[in-house]
């Protein structure tokens, strides 16, 4: 087996589905255009060599990482350019990521983890921007004029290690311009690629050329047909097993509200018929496909599944567990829950595609459902703006569907973020409209496990312990499974008193959800906190890379804890710079209130760090509303007296 190590450079079209089903013509004579004039040319004159096509994307090998850098500026300043005057609806954006690592060599194809990770990279890029692993930025930040921005260490799906992850800043200079080398190939080798990349843009085309009333339009729920499992193996006690599992399966997506899920009686005359995965979506009227098989052997059972665009044939997800045969009610379970949890969510494989094809979309054509998955898109961000942007989109959600409970619960989340980050007018002012919207959400829908819990939520913020456990239970029994949820009540059980059951959910939701999005990091570092595990709490604070105060005061609290003092005190100047105002003690009386030995926890990492943890006497009266904390009276007794 032949390795090497190798600059890797991978790309995608943003919203390749959408931008062919709106105008499939001229989306191909596009991205036609701009594979001859820009990348084709761009990659030859950095020296590259395109080795793989995925249809609306590719991949491709340097073997100076300055070069695949070079390439991947130049081949988005050229895409803006010729995007200048282009529609918004027909603009071909692209996502581009590069890594250094080592690859397998296979015949013209690259293999391996150095692949792999470029691909993942390419994931996290904006549209239009680069991502690059740590090992990128340490081999050219001082060899290029550009900036790199870091982004944290991210988890990346079917990667064991987090990868450190940079964004390219493009304000930098212009690349410099290269003198084009020809690369001597075999007149046949070349036209084998050309027919190839040809045959795929074809192929990309004509799945666009069937339609049918049947298929839900974009602006309903996302839509899934889960085709019963095959059996690959000639022992049919394992047909129960396969049968078990897509009941599972369904069963489990069946709890989330942002989907439609088709009964199984309706999939099962598919049982053993393979066809046209377009026909089954067709048949069905629905947009996803999802089969998958066992594989028995031996003491252990390979399960795979895969899940399908059914409007296009493509490929949006697929994954291969292996366990050990020996507890078959087990490895039944464990699996139908990560497949489940890795589907639905906020952040699921379904929501991302949905997503990717809203993007596209005209904003005055967006209907209310889709206005609110964008919400829930800016909301995550967890910034001034993010957070703004998804008040306008839910607001704007409910104008179009007054009845859109999803759209209340957004909101609310949209006030808590506000209340814990010191946003909005007040903490008050946040506390009414949170409670306004999670009640709302209840009205509308109390059969769903999201709005029981940001009324659990609610209820916690005004130190009403007993309803938001309550609120909480609801919430897990009408969502075992959902691992978004789980951290959701996970974030608030430290204040009721629960920190153990908090650290269990929380366990639970990582490994139905090993790949957690960004926003999982905020909750870890305050769950971990308060279980007293207070290195993972300080590993998951320096996650977040737009860190507010109470950020910084939890990183302080953390480390001055785990013994890091030089790390603590760096993190509490921090906290005094961004919020001089910023306490203990104000933090948990806006947050409902927190039972005094879990309290005391933070007030005594607070101390050891240098953060504030007590509202100082004489600031007392402007903030009247304050719930003080006992050990903080008694500070404030001590210092008068003394």
Not at 84 to 113: F, H, K, P, S, Y
Not at 586 to 607: C, H, Q, T, W
Request: net charge negative; hydrophobic share 40%; proline share 5%.
């Amino acid at each position: 087996m032949e390795r090497r190590l190798s600059a890797i450079l991978a790309a995608d079209v943003v919203g390749y589905s959408a931008l062919m089903e709106q105008d499939e013509a001229g989306t191909f004579d596009r991205l036609r255009a701009h594979r001859k004039e820009l990348f084709e040319p761009e990659i030859e004159k950095h020296h590259g060599r395109v080795f793989k096509l995925t249809g609306d994307g590719l991949f491709a090998e340097f073997t100076s990482v300055v070069d695949a850098v070079e390439c991947a500026v130049s081949l988005q300043r050229g895409l803006l350019e010729r995007n200048a005057n282009v529609a918004d609806d027909q603009r071909i954006d692209v996502r581009i990521g590069i890594n250094l690592g080592e690859v397998i060599v296979e015949g013209d194809d690259r293999l391996g983890e150095g692949v792999n990770i470029a691909a993942r990279l390419e994931q996290l890029a904006e549209p239009g921007g680069i991502c690059v692993s740590g090992k990128v930025t340490k081999e050219v930040e001082k060899k290029l004029a550009f900036a790199f921005e870091p982004m944290g260490e991210q988890k990346v799906k079917n990667i064991t290690e987090p990868v450190q992850v940079y964004k390219v800043k493009l304000e930098g200079p212009k690349v410099r311009p290269r003198p084009r080398r020809s690369r001597k190939m075999p007149f046949g080798v070349l036209a084998a690629s050309t027919i190839a990349i040809l045959l795929m843009l074809v192929a990309g085309f004509g799945a666009w050329r069937w339609s049918s009333p049947s298929v839900s339009p974009l602006s309903e729920k996302a839509s899934i047909a889960v085709l019963p499992f095959e059996n690959i193996g000639n022992d049919p006690k394992w047909d129960r097993f396969a049968d078990g599992m897509t009941e599972d399966i369904i069963t489990d997506l069946s709890h989330s509200k942002d989907l439609f899920v088709v009964a199984r009686n309706s999939t099962e005359i598919y049982r053993g018929k393979p066809g046209d995965i377009r026909n089954v979506g067709r048949d069905l009227g629905v947009h996803y496909v999802l089969e998958g098989s066992i594989q028995p052997s031996g003491d252990q059972i390979r399960v795979t599944a895969q899940l399908i665009d059914a409007r296009t044939g493509g490929h949006v997800w697929s994954s291969r567990y292996d366990r050990p045969a020996t507890d078959l009610f087990n490895v039944q379970s464990d699996v139908t829950e990560k497949i489940a949890a890795t589907l639905a969510g906020y952040e699921g494989a379904l929501a991302e595609a949905e997503r990717s094809l809203v993007r596209r979309k005209p904003p005055q054509d967006l209907t209310a459902y889709e206005t609110y998955l964008l919400g829930m898109e800016a909301k995550h961000k967890v910034t001034k703006e993010g957070l703004d942007e998804g008040e306008r989109l839910f607001r704007k959600a409910l104008e179009i569907d007054p009845e859109l409970a999803r759209a209340y619960v957004g909101l609310a989340y949209i006030y808590e973020y506000r209340i814990d980050l010191g946003l909005g007018p007040s903490a008050a002012d946040n506390l009414t409209k949170l409670i306004e919207a999670a009640r709302n959400a209840v009205r509308l829908d109390p059969n769903d496990g999201e709005t029981q819990l940001v009324l659990g939520h609610a209820f916690a913020y005004q130190g009403k312990a007993d309803q938001a456990l309550e609120q909480f239970t609801k919430a897990e029994a009408l969502a075992p499974n959902n691992a978004d949820l789980l951290i959701l009540i996970a974030w608030f059980l430290p204040q009721l008193g629960q920190p153990d059951r908090a650290v269990e959910l929380t366990e639970k939701a990582l490994k139905l959800n090993p790949n957690y999005p960004y926003w999982y990091n905020e909750g870890l570092r305050y769950i971990y906190f308060f279980g007293r595990q207070f290195d993972k709490s300080a590993k998951y604070s320096k996650l977040i890379t737009e860190p507010f105060a109470l950020d910084y005061a939890f990183l302080a609290a953390a480390s001055a804890m785990a013994g890091d003092m030089a790390g603590a005190k760096v993190a509490a100047a921090e906290v005094a710079q961004l919020d001089p105002d910023w306490s203990v003690e104000k933090y948990m009386s806006d947050g409902g209130g927190f039972p005094e030995n879990v309290a005391i926890l933070l007030v005594d990492g607070a101390r050891k760090a240098g953060v504030v943890a007590c509202v100082p006497a004489d600031k007392l009266p402007a903030v009247p509303s304050l719930i003080h904390l006992k050990a903080c009276d008694e500070e404030r007794n001590h210092q008068a007296a003394g």
